[in-house]
């Protein structure tokens, strides 16, 4: 029965596919790149972002399985150009800071469009709420250096950003566009 089970074993486990081997690793140039957000207040539109945010990119077009993406944003460092606004966004009728510092995005997948564009799934976290989000983009590499660009529609009251009178969306719309423009080194 051993020898049965022993060769059970070694079948069982060379049928599993493989783990792909990671992608290589890529460095943000932070000073060239940018997490920003638009919405409106009252019909008048706003542009903010986020000054402090980090991101692990693992990234290979050949290599998709391999590859990976973590961005962490620190939520207090959202700013969107009015001081009374900002303040307001670290309230816990907004982002909460204190509560919730910060917000992840995490990878579990990437997919090729074709035409240097490509889609990435994955998991957002905000405000202690986790819930998927597909992120299209394009890239284009040169050498040793990326650029990517992406636009995504997130809705707020999702993840319980805007609370109390602020649930409403007469004054400010549900749906946010995040706007995300990297340039990385190899």
């Excluded at 990234?59 to 606004?85: C, E, H, I, M, Q």
């Amino acid at each position: 029965m051993r020898p049965f089970l022993a060769a059970l074993a070694i079948f069982l486990f060379a049928a599993l596919p493989a783990a792909a081997a990671p992608a290589p690793a890529w460095t943000v140039d932070k000073a060239a790149s940018k997490i920003a957000f638009a919405s409106t207040f009252g019909g008048q539109g706003f542009n903010g972002g986020f000054a402090r945010w980090d991101a692990a990119i693992r990234f290979d077009p050949a290599n998709l399985a391999g590859s990976s993406a973590v961005v962490t944003v620190d939520t207090a460092s959202a700013w969107s150009g009015d001081k009374d606004r900002d303040a307001a966004l670290k309230e816990p009728n907004w982002f909460s800071t204190k509560a919730f510092p910060k917000a992840t995005y995490h990878t579990t997948g990437f997919k090729a469009l074709g035409g240097g564009k490509y889609q990435a799934t994955g998991t957002l976290t905000l405000r202690g709420q986790t819930k998927p989000l597909t992120v299209p983009f394009t890239l284009v590499i040169t050498g040793n250096q990326a650029k990517m660009t992406a636009r995504v529609t997130v809705n707020r009251l999702a993840f319980g950003v805007g609370q109390n009178e602020w649930k409403k969306t007469d004054v400010i719309p549900d749906p946010v566009t995040v706007t995300i423009a990297l340039t990385a080194k190899r």
